[in-house]
Protein backbone atom coordinates (compact mmCIF):
# COMPACT_ATOMS: atom_id res chain seq x y z
CA UNK A 1 0.00 0.00 0.00
CA UNK A 2 3.16 2.16 -0.14
CA UNK A 3 1.90 4.15 -3.66
CA UNK A 4 -1.05 5.74 -0.98
CA UNK A 5 1.61 7.63 0.60
CA UNK A 6 -0.15 7.92 3.59
CA UNK A 7 2.93 7.96 6.04
CA UNK A 8 3.28 11.49 4.62
CA UNK A 9 0.04 12.59 5.84
CA UNK A 10 -0.48 15.12 8.38
CA UNK A 11 -3.07 12.49 9.74
CA UNK A 12 -3.08 10.88 13.34
CA UNK A 13 -4.07 7.15 13.56
CA UNK A 14 -7.41 8.48 14.96
CA UNK A 15 -7.71 10.67 12.16
CA UNK A 16 -7.38 7.85 9.85
CA UNK A 17 -9.65 5.62 11.69
CA UNK A 18 -12.53 7.89 11.49
CA UNK A 19 -11.88 8.97 8.13
CA UNK A 20 -12.33 5.30 7.07
CA UNK A 21 -15.31 4.37 9.39
CA UNK A 22 -16.92 7.30 7.45
CA UNK A 23 -15.92 5.58 3.91
CA UNK A 24 -16.86 2.25 4.88
CA UNK A 25 -20.34 3.66 6.30
CA UNK A 26 -21.08 5.63 2.65
CA UNK A 27 -20.05 2.28 1.38
CA UNK A 28 -21.66 -0.17 2.46
CA UNK A 29 -24.85 1.40 2.08
CA UNK A 30 -24.99 2.76 -1.21
CA UNK A 31 -22.63 -0.11 -3.31
CA UNK A 32 -25.49 -2.33 -5.04
CA UNK A 33 -24.05 -4.48 -7.46
CA UNK A 34 -21.45 -6.29 -5.73
CA UNK A 35 -24.62 -7.93 -3.93
CA UNK A 36 -26.23 -9.51 -6.65
CA UNK A 37 -23.03 -10.06 -8.68
CA UNK A 38 -19.80 -12.19 -8.31
CA UNK A 39 -17.03 -10.70 -6.81
CA UNK A 40 -13.37 -12.35 -7.01
CA UNK A 41 -10.60 -10.12 -5.41
CA UNK A 42 -9.06 -8.21 -4.38
CA UNK A 43 -5.97 -8.89 -6.77
CA UNK A 44 -3.66 -6.28 -5.51
CA UNK A 45 -2.64 -2.75 -6.77
CA UNK A 46 -0.28 -4.50 -9.40
CA UNK A 47 -3.43 -6.64 -10.76
CA UNK A 48 -3.80 -4.80 -14.45
CA UNK A 49 -5.68 -7.76 -16.46
CA UNK A 50 -8.25 -10.14 -16.26
CA UNK A 51 -7.52 -13.29 -18.45
CA UNK A 52 -10.75 -14.10 -20.83
CA UNK A 53 -9.14 -17.30 -22.11
CA UNK A 54 -9.39 -16.92 -25.89
CA UNK A 55 -7.14 -15.75 -28.46
CA UNK A 56 -7.55 -14.29 -31.69
CA UNK A 57 -5.39 -15.32 -35.41
CA UNK A 58 -2.89 -13.15 -35.77
CA UNK A 59 -0.25 -12.48 -38.95
CA UNK A 60 2.98 -14.52 -38.44
CA UNK A 61 6.58 -12.88 -37.10
CA UNK A 62 8.64 -11.68 -40.08
CA UNK A 63 10.24 -13.70 -41.90
CA UNK A 64 8.52 -17.04 -40.23
CA UNK A 65 5.35 -17.24 -42.32
CA UNK A 66 4.94 -21.29 -41.37
CA UNK A 67 4.67 -20.24 -38.12
CA UNK A 68 1.14 -19.52 -36.84
CA UNK A 69 0.17 -16.93 -34.17
CA UNK A 70 -2.48 -15.97 -32.03
CA UNK A 71 -2.87 -12.97 -29.55
CA UNK A 72 -4.79 -13.44 -25.93
CA UNK A 73 -7.43 -11.52 -24.71
CA UNK A 74 -7.80 -9.93 -21.82
CA UNK A 75 -9.74 -7.27 -19.76
CA UNK A 76 -8.00 -4.41 -18.32
CA UNK A 77 -8.70 -3.43 -14.68
CA UNK A 78 -9.44 0.58 -14.74
CA UNK A 79 -8.55 2.85 -11.99
CA UNK A 80 -10.95 5.08 -10.46
CA UNK A 81 -10.01 8.06 -7.84
CA UNK A 82 -11.35 11.06 -6.48
CA UNK A 83 -9.89 13.21 -4.39
CA UNK A 84 -11.32 15.56 -1.63
CA UNK A 85 -10.26 17.89 1.46
CA UNK A 86 -10.20 17.67 5.34
CA UNK A 87 -9.54 21.05 7.06
CA UNK A 88 -6.14 20.38 9.60
CA UNK A 89 -8.79 22.17 12.24
CA UNK A 90 -10.82 19.02 11.93
CA UNK A 91 -8.49 16.34 12.10
CA UNK A 92 -6.95 18.25 15.25
CA UNK A 93 -10.60 18.20 16.99
CA UNK A 94 -10.53 14.42 16.66
CA UNK A 95 -7.30 14.35 18.18
CA UNK A 96 -8.92 15.39 21.01
CA UNK A 97 -11.84 13.43 21.21
CA UNK A 98 -14.66 14.73 19.38
CA UNK A 99 -17.51 12.92 18.56
CA UNK A 100 -19.49 14.77 15.63
CA UNK A 101 -16.14 15.18 13.01
CA UNK A 102 -17.39 16.83 10.01
CA UNK A 103 -16.49 13.98 7.48
CA UNK A 104 -19.51 15.45 4.72
CA UNK A 105 -16.21 15.30 2.10
CA UNK A 106 -15.53 11.44 3.00
CA UNK A 107 -19.20 11.09 2.57
CA UNK A 108 -19.37 13.15 -0.65
CA UNK A 109 -16.24 11.19 -2.20
CA UNK A 110 -17.39 7.47 -1.15
CA UNK A 111 -20.87 7.99 -2.46
CA UNK A 112 -19.48 9.49 -6.08
CA UNK A 113 -17.43 6.48 -6.31
CA UNK A 114 -19.72 4.32 -5.13
CA UNK A 115 -22.16 5.53 -7.78
CA UNK A 116 -19.37 5.25 -10.37
CA UNK A 117 -18.66 1.21 -9.87
CA UNK A 118 -22.50 0.66 -9.97
CA UNK A 119 -23.47 2.67 -13.28
CA UNK A 120 -20.22 0.67 -14.72
CA UNK A 121 -21.54 -2.77 -13.65
CA UNK A 122 -25.09 -1.81 -14.73
CA UNK A 123 -25.19 0.80 -17.80
CA UNK A 124 -21.49 -0.35 -18.86
CA UNK A 125 -18.53 2.06 -19.48
CA UNK A 126 -16.85 2.57 -22.89
CA UNK A 127 -13.60 3.79 -22.02
CA UNK A 128 -12.80 0.73 -19.98
CA UNK A 129 -13.91 -1.58 -21.77
CA UNK A 130 -16.66 -2.58 -19.79
CA UNK A 131 -20.38 -4.06 -21.05
CA UNK A 132 -22.89 -3.41 -18.46
CA UNK A 133 -25.87 -5.57 -17.07
CA UNK A 134 -28.32 -3.31 -18.68
CA UNK A 135 -26.36 -3.26 -21.81
CA UNK A 136 -26.18 -6.75 -22.89
CA UNK A 137 -29.62 -7.89 -21.89
CA UNK A 138 -31.34 -4.51 -23.21
CA UNK A 139 -32.95 -6.63 -26.00
CA UNK A 140 -35.18 -8.66 -23.05
CA UNK A 141 -35.87 -5.90 -20.93
CA UNK A 142 -39.57 -5.47 -19.69
CA UNK A 143 -41.44 -1.94 -19.61
CA UNK A 144 -42.75 -1.02 -16.26
CA UNK A 145 -45.87 0.39 -16.84
CA UNK A 146 -47.02 4.08 -16.27
CA UNK A 147 -48.22 3.15 -12.86
CA UNK A 148 -47.17 1.85 -9.86
CA UNK A 149 -49.36 -0.32 -9.84
CA UNK A 150 -48.01 -2.17 -12.78
CA UNK A 151 -44.78 -3.00 -10.88
CA UNK A 152 -45.42 -6.24 -9.57
CA UNK A 153 -47.00 -7.55 -13.09
CA UNK A 154 -43.28 -5.90 -14.68
CA UNK A 155 -41.45 -8.15 -12.26
CA UNK A 156 -43.72 -11.37 -13.05
CA UNK A 157 -42.92 -10.59 -16.64
CA UNK A 158 -39.33 -10.51 -15.90
CA UNK A 159 -39.18 -13.99 -13.70
CA UNK A 160 -41.27 -15.71 -16.62
CA UNK A 161 -38.55 -14.72 -19.40
CA UNK A 162 -35.81 -15.64 -17.14
CA UNK A 163 -37.57 -18.95 -16.09
CA UNK A 164 -38.61 -19.38 -19.98
CA UNK A 165 -34.64 -18.80 -20.93
CA UNK A 166 -33.84 -22.31 -18.36
CA UNK A 167 -32.30 -19.30 -15.88
CA UNK A 168 -32.66 -20.50 -11.88
CA UNK A 169 -32.76 -18.39 -8.87
CA UNK A 170 -32.63 -17.40 -6.60
CA UNK A 171 -33.70 -13.85 -8.20
CA UNK A 172 -33.19 -10.37 -6.70
CA UNK A 173 -34.88 -7.30 -8.02
CA UNK A 174 -32.51 -4.07 -8.18
CA UNK A 175 -34.40 -0.51 -8.24
CA UNK A 176 -33.09 3.12 -8.25
CA UNK A 177 -33.14 4.81 -5.44
CA UNK A 178 -36.80 6.83 -6.37
CA UNK A 179 -38.69 3.60 -7.42
CA UNK A 180 -37.39 2.02 -4.13
CA UNK A 181 -38.84 4.71 -1.73
CA UNK A 182 -42.14 5.39 -4.11
CA UNK A 183 -43.00 1.51 -3.72
CA UNK A 184 -42.48 1.47 0.01
CA UNK A 185 -44.74 4.25 0.28
CA UNK A 186 -47.30 3.14 -1.97
CA UNK A 187 -49.53 0.99 -0.92
CA UNK A 188 -52.38 -1.48 -2.44
CA UNK A 189 -54.92 -3.82 -0.29
CA UNK A 190 -53.13 -2.23 2.79
CA UNK A 191 -49.40 -3.00 1.94
CA UNK A 192 -46.90 -1.29 0.47
CA UNK A 193 -45.71 -2.59 -3.11
CA UNK A 194 -42.81 -2.99 -2.45
CA UNK A 195 -44.12 -6.12 -0.23
CA UNK A 196 -45.93 -7.26 -3.49
CA UNK A 197 -42.84 -7.17 -5.48
CA UNK A 198 -41.21 -8.98 -2.64
CA UNK A 199 -43.39 -11.91 -2.32
CA UNK A 200 -42.69 -12.82 -6.04
CA UNK A 201 -38.71 -13.64 -5.74
CA UNK A 202 -36.56 -15.35 -3.32
CA UNK A 203 -33.83 -12.84 -3.16
CA UNK A 204 -33.38 -9.33 -1.74
CA UNK A 205 -35.10 -6.03 -3.06
CA UNK A 206 -31.89 -3.79 -3.86
CA UNK A 207 -31.80 -0.24 -4.05
CA UNK A 208 -29.29 1.30 -6.58
CA UNK A 209 -28.41 4.95 -6.84
CA UNK A 210 -26.38 4.17 -10.00
CA UNK A 211 -29.57 2.59 -11.79
CA UNK A 212 -31.43 3.33 -13.86
CA UNK A 213 -34.97 1.55 -14.25
CA UNK A 214 -34.66 -1.62 -12.59
CA UNK A 215 -33.47 -5.21 -12.83
CA UNK A 216 -34.24 -8.81 -12.30
CA UNK A 217 -31.14 -10.89 -11.58
CA UNK A 218 -30.34 -14.21 -10.76
CA UNK A 219 -28.17 -14.90 -8.17
CA UNK A 220 -27.05 -18.47 -9.42
CA UNK A 221 -23.41 -17.44 -9.48
CA UNK A 222 -21.37 -17.56 -12.51
CA UNK A 223 -23.10 -15.29 -14.81
CA UNK A 224 -21.29 -11.72 -14.04
CA UNK A 225 -18.33 -11.53 -12.68
CA UNK A 226 -16.56 -7.94 -10.79
CA UNK A 227 -12.97 -8.14 -10.58
CA UNK A 228 -10.72 -5.92 -7.87
CA UNK A 229 -7.83 -5.09 -8.04
CA UNK A 230 -7.38 -2.95 -5.35
CA UNK A 231 -10.68 -2.45 -3.51
CA UNK A 232 -11.35 1.21 -2.05
CA UNK A 233 -8.61 2.76 -0.13
CA UNK A 234 -7.47 6.45 1.07
CA UNK A 235 -4.29 7.69 -0.26
CA UNK A 236 -2.53 11.26 0.33
CA UNK A 237 -2.09 13.94 -2.35
CA UNK A 238 -0.84 17.09 -0.52
CA UNK A 239 -1.21 19.59 2.52
CA UNK A 240 -1.00 23.34 3.25
CA UNK A 241 -1.57 25.21 6.50
CA UNK A 242 -5.04 24.21 6.61
CA UNK A 243 -6.05 21.56 4.80
CA UNK A 244 -5.44 18.28 3.90
CA UNK A 245 -5.55 16.95 -0.06
CA UNK A 246 -6.89 12.73 0.22
CA UNK A 247 -8.56 10.79 -2.27
CA UNK A 248 -10.55 7.52 -2.89
CA UNK A 249 -9.79 5.07 -5.32
CA UNK A 250 -10.34 1.17 -6.56
CA UNK A 251 -9.34 -0.60 -9.52
CA UNK A 252 -11.66 -3.01 -11.16
CA UNK A 253 -13.54 -4.56 -14.44
CA UNK A 254 -16.17 -6.63 -14.63
CA UNK A 255 -17.67 -9.16 -17.28
CA UNK A 256 -21.03 -10.31 -18.55
CA UNK A 257 -20.60 -14.00 -18.79
CA UNK A 258 -24.73 -14.87 -19.23
CA UNK A 259 -26.58 -11.93 -20.62
CA UNK A 260 -29.99 -14.16 -20.15
CA UNK A 261 -29.20 -14.12 -16.75
CA UNK A 262 -31.00 -10.58 -16.34
CA UNK A 263 -34.13 -8.66 -17.37
CA UNK A 264 -34.18 -4.80 -17.25
CA UNK A 265 -37.15 -2.79 -15.95
CA UNK A 266 -37.37 0.19 -18.15
CA UNK A 267 -38.83 3.00 -17.16
CA UNK A 268 -42.21 5.09 -18.54
CA UNK A 269 -43.76 7.71 -17.94
CA UNK A 270 -45.62 7.09 -14.25
CA UNK A 271 -49.18 8.42 -13.28
Given amino acids: MNHLFRDRAPVTPAGWAEIEKEAKRTLRALLAARRVVDFQGPLGWGASDVELGRADPIASPAGAKEVQARLRRIQPLVELRIPFEITRAELDAIDRGAR ?10 ARAIAIAEDRAIFHGYEAAHITGIC ?6 AVPLGASHNDYPGAVAAALTKLRDDGVEGPFSV ?5 LYKDLAARTEGGYPMLTHVKRLIDGAIVPAPGLEGG ?11 LSVGQDFSIGYLEHT ?10 SFTFLVLTDQAAVPLSMRARK
Avoid at 135 to 140: L, V, Y
Fill in 174 to 178: VLNEQ
Fill in 241 to 250: TELVRLYIEE
Fill in 100 to 109: DPDLDAVTAA
Fill in 215 to 225: LVISLRGGDFE
Fill in 135 to 140: QAAAES
